[in-house]
């Protein structure tokens, strides 16, 4: 792009105020690469399309749809730190990078998939070039290909990737002539900001939230490394299997007590910080879509919510009855789901601990995913979500640890520790994922056995 035609598109650009989520991440802006306005802060999913050739040609042109239909993937923050607003601009092209694979046979083709997501994660994307998604598309054959989207985070979370993807084959389908259903109307980003202001707030639940987290403190993991050595921000992620038959044992104890998986993830993971740290009135805090109970589903964006967890362990004689507190907190807090700015602000306090030299925050998520595409036309889109490689530089975490356990189309849940490496040590990070697969098994096999609380 020339200086004259960036001028051109800045002129053309519309503003709206900033959503209360990127009032959020601004509060965490301290700059660099991993920071919310990094160039390393983005969301990385990949493909595998089969049943026929692509055509790179078409696919630009189906991209280019997404971003006109999606603000969101065209939208950046402007102005100064202290008067920050959203800046829309008109949709340009979107970069695709093309190569082809080898024809090798199936096994390599998914570690030559696996490689390629990988090395889409140790590049870079603006948060301030417009569009902010990218794609790399790699050709095994005529009828084998993977997509890789990376998207800047500012302007997409996980649920917008899904969202993506499907109106991307619905327009790739409706532009080489099949017929297409009709996508389903997509409110903009700033509607759901200014929906975010006037509809969201809740004084219900900023009571609840006042009083639950009266006196809380999250609960802080210690570090390896303090701050104060001033080592370069960088993320890694160290991933982790658990088999199959310990996650249908988990599912099963989680019906029997009327919980999610998530619940009983959750449950496990609060054993695995009360063992490494000793607290038993544990807070930990997940993500929750944030999307107006369905309001926005259809949304392209930044919407989730940062929403803390706490949880009484003292006294649990059993791995269910953690599970059952687990549950109570959880429905409780889902609940009265509103704006993490929102939340903070009735609990000031809350982060204190883990803002010191030597200890960080650790977030867990477990996203139910969708890998296969409901897509029109002649071909197949499956998510690559069997990724079992750990790796030396991944998509940014603001701070400390990310955690994320899911489960794969082959019935066994893959986990991934996204951590800071200028605090952790890989070492810790694997022994930790280690334990929590310990916790897991003990909790699937014996659920009424003594949690073994520190």
């Known amino acids: 792009m020339t200086t004259t035609d960036a ?26 690469d991993d920071g919310p306005f990094g160039c ?34 065209r939208t950046r923050i402007a102005g100064p730190p202290d008067d920050r607003y959203q800046e829309i601009l008109p949709p340009s092209p979107v970069r695709l990078d093309v190569r082809d694979f080898p024809a090798v046979p199936e096994a390599s083709r998914e570690e030559l998939a696996e490689a390629l997501i990988h090395e889409i994660e140790t590049e870079t994307i603006s948060a301030y070039d417009s569009p902010f998604l990218r794609a790399t598309l790699a050709r095994f054959d005529d009828r084998d290909a993977v997509l890789v989207l990376m998207a800047h985070h500012i302007s997409v979370d996980g649920q917008s990737l899904t969202v993506i993807i499907r109106d991307l084959a619905n327009r790739y ?18 509607e759901y900001g200014t929906w975010e202001r006037e509809v969201a707030t809740s004084e219900a639940a900023r009571e609840y939230w006042r009083r639950r987290l009266d006196g809380a403190l999250f609960t802080a993991m210690p570090t390896d490394l303090p701050r104060s050595m001033g080592l370069a921000e960088s993320t890694a992620r160290h991933r982790f299997l658990v088999p199959g038959d310990v996650v249908s044992a988990i599912d099963r104890v989680a019906r029997s007590n009327r919980a999610s998986r998530f619940m009983a993830i959750a449950a496990i993971y609060q054993l695995l910080i009360n063992r490494r740290t000793g607290a038993t009135d544990v807070v930990i805090a997940t993500f929750t879509p944030g999307r107006g109970g369905g309001l926005f589903d259809e949304t392209v964006g930044s919407l989730y919510n940062f929403v803390p967890l706490r949880t009484d362990l003292s006294g649990c004689r059993s791995y269910e009855e953690v599970l059952q507190r687990t549950r109570r907190t959880c429905l409780e807090a889902f609940a009265h789901d509103i704006p993490s700015i929102q939340i903070f602000n009735e609990a000031p306090q809350l982060m204190g601990p883990v803002m010191t030299d030597n200890a960080t925050a650790m977030v867990l998520q477990s996203v139910p995913l969708n890998p296969i595409v409901d897509a029109p036309g002649d071909l197949r889109y499956v998510q690559i979500t069997r990724l079992l490689k750990s790796q030396e530089l991944a998509s940014a975490v603001p701070d400390g640890a990310l955690w ?9 849940a893959i986990g991934s520790v996204s951590y800071k490496r200028n605090l952790f040590h890989e070492e810790t990070i694997a022994s930790m994922a280690a334990e929590f697969g310990e916790i897991a098994r003990a909790f699937s096999s014996s659920a009424d056995a003594s949690p073994g609380l520190v």
């Open 404 to 412: 994320d356990v899911n489960k794969d189309l082959s019935g066994d």
């Open 40 to 73: 390393r802060n983005h969301a990385v999913s990949g493909w595998r399309i089969t049943g026929g050739p692509v055509d790179s040609d078409v696919l630009r042109d189906a991209l280019l749809d997404v971003v006109t239909r999606h603000e969101a993937l």
């Open 173 to 190: 389908a409706a532009r080489t002539g099949h017929r297409v259903p009709d996508l389903p109307t997509a409110p903009q980003y700033r």
């Open 7 to 32: 001028e051109g598109r800045a002129a053309a650009a519309t503003v709206a105020p900033l959503s209360l989520n990127q009032e959020f991440n601004s509060l965490f802006d301290g700059g660099g």
